[in-house]
């Protein structure tokens, strides 16, 4: 699962992928919400975080 949101993050919204390693290092005690740290940490936007979950919704 979480290689599809990596690749839907990359692909569909252009997140860098420093952007999203950066996330993973910071993910280890939660795995599951790499969206949330992404946004934590201020690396995607609230409309980007709507289409993160509508995604996750569908996946």
């Known amino acids: 699962m979480q290689t ?16 999203i390693e950066l996330a993973l290092r910071h993910n280890e005690g939660t795995p599951g919400f790499l969206h949330m740290i992404l946004w934590q940490y201020g690396l995607v936007t ?11 919704e569908t996946a």
């Open 4 to 19: 599809k949101l990596i690749k839907f993050l990359t692909d569909e919204l252009a997140i860098p992928s420093s952007s």
């Open 46 to 56: 609230l409309p980007q975080l709507d289409q993160i979950f509508d995604w996750l």
